[in-house]
C-alpha cells in the first residue's frame, strides 16, 4: 500500500545496542512505591466501564501543582496529542501557525497533518530567537498560534521571560511554549501566566510526564491555559481518549515530587560533567537547560562518528541531515555509568583528540 501523499514518517534512530542515549527518556524507572500504589489501585479499577472522560481527579492534582484550577488543565496521550487537539481546534485550512527552526519537528509535522499552513523563521548562529526575525514572521502572517519550545529541542536553550513576553505582546493568537524538558530549565512561562502578564489569556504551557517523571512508556502529557483553550481542546480530543490507568498513573505520581527532584538534580549534576567533558575534546557544542546536549566533531565527519558510536554500543542522535542541524549529533543525559560510557566511546571514534 502506498504512503498517502505529503506524509512522512517520523521515527528515532533504532539500534540494538547496550547504552541508548538518543530519544532523551529517563534513565532510572520511576520509584518503586509509585510502582505499588499504581498495581494497588489498577487491582480496584472497574475494566468493564469507560474511564473519566475529563480526568477530573488528575487535572485536580495537576491543577494543584500548578496553583491553578482544574479547568485550566487538559490531559492527553503524551504532549503531542496536547498539541494536535490544539492544532485541531485552532489551525486547519486557511490557517498558519508560526515556529523558529530548528525545532521541534513535530510542531511542524502535526500541524501539516491538520491541513494548517507553517510559517517559519531561522534562528541565530547560536541557536537563540531573533526577535526581529519574529516580529517579521508574525506582522506579516498573523498565525493563529506562534510556537515557541524552551528548552528547544533538539539545541537546548530556554527563553528568558522577557522574550517569551515579547513573543506574547506581538502574536495575535495563541503563544504556544512547549515545556516538555521544562522542570531541567531554570525558568518557565507558568510564571507569567501566574503573573497574570498582558495577553496571558493567550499564553499556553505544555508538559509531559516522559522525562522527568520517568513515564515516557504511560505516555501522559498537559497543559496549563486559560479555560477557553481547555475547553476548545475538550471538543477536539475524541471520546474517553485517555485511559483510566494513565491518568491513575499520573495522579500518583504526583505524590513522588521529592524523588522527581532528586532525579533532576541527578541528571542536571550529570549534565555540567558532559559539557565539561565536552569542552575538552574536538566538539563545538552548546549550552544546554535540558536533559540532552547538541554537539557537532570538528575534526571528522558527524554521520561516520555516529556509526562508530554505534558499533561500539552506543546509540546517541543522528541530527546530521537535518537543515540548520548539519554535522550534529544529540546525546540524552543518562546515569553516570552510561554516560562514562559514551564519553569513552566518542574519545575513542575521536582518536582521542584532547
Known amino acids: 500500500m502506498s504512503r498517502p501523499r505529503g506524509v512522512v514518517p517520523v521515527r528515532p534512530d533504532l539500534a540494538e545496542v547496550e547504552v541508548r542515549l538518543n530519544t532523551n527518556e529517563s534513565p532510572l524507572p520511576p520509584p518503586e512505591e509509585w510502582r505499588a500504589e499504581l498495581q494497588a489501585e489498577i ?22 501543582a500548578h496553583d491553578v484550577g482544574a479547568d ?43 491541513a494548517t499552513e507553517v510559517v517559519a523563521g531561522w534562528r541565530t548562529a547560536d541557536f537563540r530567537l531573533d526577535l526581529d526575525v519574529v516580529d517579521d514572521v508574525v506582522d506579516r502572517h498573523q498565525p493563529v498560534i506562534t510556537f515557541l519550545c524552551s528548552p528547544n529541542n533538539p539545541t537546548g536553550m530556554s527563553e528568558q521571560p522577557e ?10 493568537g495563541l503563544v504556544v511554549v512547549d515545556e516538555a524538558y521544562g522542570q531541567f530549565a531554570p525558568r518557565s512561562a507558568l510564571q507569567l501566566r501566574a503573573d497574570e502578564v498582558p495577553g496571558a489569556d493567550r499564553l499556553v504551557v505544555v508538559r509531559t510526564f516522559s522525562k522527568t517523571w520517568s513515564m515516557a512508556a504511560c505516555r501522559l502529557g498537559y497543559l496549563v ?21 494513565t491518568q491513575a498513573a499520573g495522579r500518583l505520581a504526583l505524590h513522588h515530587d521529592k524523588e522527581m527532584q532528586a532525579r533532576v538534580a541527578m541528571l542536571v549534576e550529570e549534565r555540567g560533567r558532559l559539557q565539561a567533558a565536552l569542552a575538552e575534546l574536538p566538539v563545538e557544542s552548546w549550552p544546554s537547560d535540558a536533559n540532552f546536549i547538541l554537539f557537532r566533531p570538528t575534526s571528522r565527519d558527524g554521520a561516520a562518528l555516529w556509526r562508530d558510536l554505534v558499533e561500539q554500543s552506543v546509540l546517541i542522535r543522528d541530527c546530521t541531515a537535518w537543515p540548520g542541524l548539519e554535522g550534529c549529533l544529540r546525546v540524552t543525559v543518562g546515569t553516570a555509568a552510561e554516560n562514562e560510557r559514551f564519553l569513552t566511546a566518542l574519545e575513542q571514534s575521536l582518536g582521542d583528540g584532547r
Open 43 to 64: 487491582a480496584t479499577l472497574p475494566f468493564n466501564r469507560y474511564p473519566d472522560r475529563k480526568a477530573t481527579a488528575l487535572r485536580n492534582a495537576l491543577g494543584q
Open 72 to 114: 485550566e488543565v487538559f490531559c492527553a496521550n503524551g504532549s503531542n496529542e496536547v498539541l494536535q487537539c490544539l492544532l485541531l481546534a485552532y489551525g486547519g485550512a486557511g490557517r498558519n501557525v508560526a515556529l523558529f527552526e530548528p525545532t521541534y519537528a513535530l510542531h511542524r509535522h502535526i500541524a501539516e497533518l491538520t
Open 163 to 172: 522574550v517569551v513576553r515579547h513573543v506574547l505582546d506581538r502574536s495575535p
Open 225 to 245: 491555559a486559560s479555560p477557553e483553550v481547555v475547553a476548545a481542546c475538550e471538543l477536539a480530543a475524541l471520546p474517553y481518549h485517555l485511559d483510566a490507568i
